[in-house]
């Protein structure tokens, strides 16, 4: 469905501090109690929150990406903005705080910029893989670690446990 975005005020399109908590409710599957969203701190590409005592931040520019930073990683906060966003994250990074980034249209721009940034603990998300195991031919594969020296993704086999490598950046389909 995708982010209920309304006019604001001043005639421009806006995703209201009301509308971020009932899509992440709706769309996400959160409970209604566990989850809030500071009035205050919405900006029209920004705001501030609380799931489960978990603080967070959004950012975003609609249609292009997303960035939600959290005091601690939780999967169903990530899981529910995936679901509106109608689209998957692609990396994750950071050690005190971490963050999660959505990119609709450069994705594997964006991850070359973030590595060229040298961000802290960054791990590619994989969107899909687009090899099949080399032994036993199930395409059911993880990327488990990627080399940037020497430009590596190592991807294991879910089935057979069989590692091999390929060229970093090519496990995911853009």
């Known amino acids: ?63 292009a990406f997303f960035l939600l930073t959290m005091d601690e990683y939780s999967q169903p906060l990530v899981d529910a903005f995936a679901a509106i966003l109608e689209y998957k994250p692609f990396a994750r990074y950071g050690k005190a705080m971490i963050t999660v980034e959505w990119d609709k249209q450069a994705t594997k721009q964006r991850f070359a910029a973030l590595q060229k940034m040298d961000k802290l603990n960054l791990e590619r998300i994989l969107l899909e893989l687009d090899y099949e195991c080399l032994s036993c031919g199930s395409d059911n594969c993880n990327l488990t670690h990627t080399d940037i020296v020497l430009g590596l993704d190592l991807i294991t086999c879910s089935n057979c446990d069989e590692e091999f490598s390929v060229e970093a950046g090519t496990a995911i389909l853009f």
């Open 1 to 63: 469905m995708a982010e209920t975005i309304s006019q604001g005020c001043n005639g421009i399109d806006k995703w209201h501090w009301w509308a971020i908590r009932a899509d992440l409710v709706e769309q996400g599957g959160l409970n209604k109690d566990e989850i809030s969203i500071a009035p205050m701190s919405v900006t029209s590409h920004s705001c501030n929150g609380l799931y489960q005592d978990n603080h967070f931040c959004l950012s975003w520019v609609r249609d």
